[in-house]
Nanobody
Framework: QLQASGGGLVQAGRSLTLSCAASGAILRINRMGWYRQAPGKQRELVATITSGGITNYADSVRGRFTISRDTAKNTVYLQMSSPKPDDTAVYYC??????????????WGQGTLVTVSS
């Protein structure tokens, strides 16, 4: 189970940080990441981070957003610096995790809405 938080209304240019904590008999997490879905558009990758700290960003957010993780807390963060109105979307966190009794699976959070005003 993934629980995302930190969304809301933010003015363009102001920073916002999203958090997502994984829980529920998780023994190991490999890759964690963030996706987003804007109204009328398909869900798209925002950023991912491996267990070794290797990051990957969509071209549209590279240089403005920073993904990080706290392995001890099974938590992934997305720092959104200089957000633009085009960044308005529901943001979903995801994790490739090993759960006791279930093995490896991809898990998704419930989504948190980010609205960037101009």
């Amino acid at each position: 189970q993934l629980q995302a938080s930190g969304g809301g209304l933010v003015q363009a240019g102001r920073s916002l940080t999203l958090s997502c904590a994984a829980s529920g008999a998780i023994l190991r997490i490999n890759r964690m990441g963030w996706y987003r879905q804007a109204p009328g558009k398909q869900r798209e990758l925002v950023a991912t981070i491996t267990s070794g700290g290797i990051t990957n960003y969509a071209d549209s957010v590279r240089g403005r957003f920073t993904i990080s993780r706290d392995t001890a807390k099974n938590t992934v963060y997305l720092q959104m610096s200089s957000p633009k109105p085009d960044d308005t979307a529901v943001y979903y966190c995801t994790a490739n995790a090993y759960r006791q009794g279930f093995g490896w699976s991809d898990y998704w959070g419930q989504g948190t809405l980010v609205t960037v005003s101009s």
